[in-house]
């Protein structure tokens, strides 16, 4: 994994000692609410066996995203391959950090990476349809909307009845994208470490 940078964030491959902030954004119960529907119960949500990515610093594909200027966590992102050609990109930040422009900031790095040094063909991601804000950030770093799923859950959370959203990018339209508007990310730099 590399480090990346870009005019606000800066997303490093997490650590062990980024799971406290981890733990307390999964406990915001508005960043959780369409995940599951408000914060997480670390008492009976094992992090290996939920049904979301719930990162303690060890995972692979999961950056950190920290501010350029104080260092401040921010939240994290990940580019999670599904297969060699195929990523899955996800993020969750604090929500001090929303409507900054930081998630479009971060994603489209990681969509730059992906696509430039990564090796990945098509990037997907999803979301529930009411998840308006995630959604914004898919169509900003240029997702298209591919397809809405719908799937019975044992313990439904409010909004899951309008179904999952599947956005998608492929390399070609990415780089079309590139080509026309320039860099995406705003000058992504990339550090080896």
């Given at each position: 994994m590399?480090q990346?940078?870009?005019?606000?964030?800066n997303?490093?491959p997490?650590?062990?000692c980024?799971?406290?902030?981890?733990?307390?954004?999964?406990?915001?119960?508005?960043?959780?609410?369409?995940?599951?529907?408000?914060a997480?119960?670390?008492?009976?949500?094992?992090?290996?066996q939920?049904?979301?990515?719930?990162?303690?610093?060890t995972?692979?594909?999961?950056w950190?995203?920290?501010?350029?200027?104080?260092?401040?966590?921010v939240?994290?992102?990940?580019l999670?391959?599904?297969?060699?050609?195929?990523?899955e990109i996800g993020?969750r930040?604090?929500?001090?950090?929303?409507?900054?422009g930081?998630?479009?900031?971060?994603?489209?790095?990681?969509?730059?990476?992906?696509?430039?040094?990564?090796?990945?063909e098509r990037?997907?991601?999803?979301t529930?349809?009411?998840?308006?804000?995630?959604?914004?950030?898919?169509?900003?770093?240029g997702?298209?909307?591919?397809?809405?799923?719908?799937?019975?859950?044992?313990?439904?959370?409010p909004?899951?009845?309008?179904?999952?959203?599947?956005?998608?990018?492929?390399?070609g339209?990415?780089?079309?994208?590139?080509?026309?508007?320039?860099?995406s990310?705003?000058c992504i730099?990339?550090r080896?470490?």
């Amino acid at each position: 994994m590399v480090q990346l940078q870009t005019a606000n964030l800066n997303l490093a491959p997490c650590r062990l000692c980024d799971a406290a902030d981890f733990i307390a954004l999964e406990r915001d119960p508005e960043v959780m609410r369409f995940l599951n529907g408000g914060a997480v119960d670390h008492e009976k949500i094992d992090p290996e066996q939920a049904p979301f990515l719930m990162p303690r610093g060890t995972e692979p594909y999961v950056w950190t995203a920290r501010g350029t200027v104080d260092g401040a966590f921010v939240g994290w992102f990940c580019l999670f391959p599904e297969t060699d050609m195929i990523a899955e990109i996800g993020y969750r930040l604090r929500r001090a950090c929303w409507g900054q422009g930081l998630a479009p900031e971060g994603a489209s790095a990681l969509v730059t990476w992906g696509f430039t040094s990564g090796g990945y063909e098509r990037i997907v991601a999803t979301t529930m349809a009411v998840n308006h804000g995630s959604r914004r950030v898919m169509e900003k770093i240029g997702m298209k909307h591919t397809r809405t799923e719908f799937a019975a859950f044992p313990d439904p959370i409010p909004g899951s009845e309008h179904g999952d959203v599947w956005y998608e990018l492929t390399r070609g339209e990415f780089l079309e994208r590139y080509v026309t508007y320039g860099c995406s990310a705003g000058c992504i730099s990339f550090r080896r470490i």
